[in-house]
């Protein structure tokens, strides 16, 4: 766990894009938008990125790679970024978590947790 020098909040919020998906082929899209923001009191870069995604069929998936939406944002204290991306999974719902990978202005390196969310496709009744 990352000292109150290096603490970022990451909120996250999630949709179901029905024009983008193909469920007969079991291909559901969803677009998650993340707000990070440094509540800690070292300037801070996001480096890398790594997602867990966990479907309803229990089929787990590992995504890692640099950055976000192709940036390595420097975040200041109190300074927020806010990107917006996509998964596509092969069932109707499924959980995602993860980690950010940071380097501190002060060459301090240190991962900070994403909290586990959820893809669902909306249930409608007839």
Same mark, same amino acid.
Do not use: C
């Given at each position: 766990? %990352?000292?109150?020098?290096?603490?970022?909040?990451? *909120?996250? &919020?999630?949709? $179901?894009?029905?024009?983008?998906? #193909?469920? *007969?082929?079991?291909?559901?899209?969803? /677009?998650?938008?993340?707000?990070?923001?440094?509540?800690?009191?070292? %300037? *801070?870069? #996001?480096?890398?990125? @790594?997602?867990?995604?966990? +479907?309803? =069929? +229990?089929?787990?998936?590992?995504?890692?790679?640099?950055?976000?939406? +192709?940036?390595?944002?420097?975040?200041?204290?109190?300074? +927020?970024?806010?990107?917006?991306?996509?998964?596509?999974? &092969?069932?109707?719902? *499924?959980?995602?978590?993860?980690? $950010?990978?940071?380097? /501190?202005? =002060?060459?301090?390196?240190?991962?900070? =947790?994403?909290? /586990?969310?959820?893809?669902?496709?909306?249930?409608?009744? @007839?």
């Amino acid at each position: 766990m %990352p000292s109150e020098k290096y603490q970022f909040t990451i *909120a996250v &919020k999630s949709s $179901y894009l029905p024009e983008q998906s #193909l469920p *007969a082929q079991n291909r559901y899209t969803f /677009a998650y938008t993340v707000t990070i923001t440094n509540v800690g009191r070292i %300037p *801070a870069q #996001l480096v890398s990125r @790594h997602w867990v995604i966990t +479907g309803e =069929d +229990g089929q787990v998936t590992e995504v890692k790679g640099l950055g976000v939406v +192709g940036q390595q944002p420097l975040l200041a204290p109190g300074q +927020g970024f806010e990107y917006t991306s996509g998964s596509q999974i &092969k069932t109707p719902s *499924a959980t995602m978590r993860g980690s $950010y990978f940071f380097v /501190a202005e =002060d060459g301090e390196r240190f991962e900070q =947790d994403i909290p /586990a969310f959820v893809l669902s496709v909306p249930r409608t009744l @007839h």
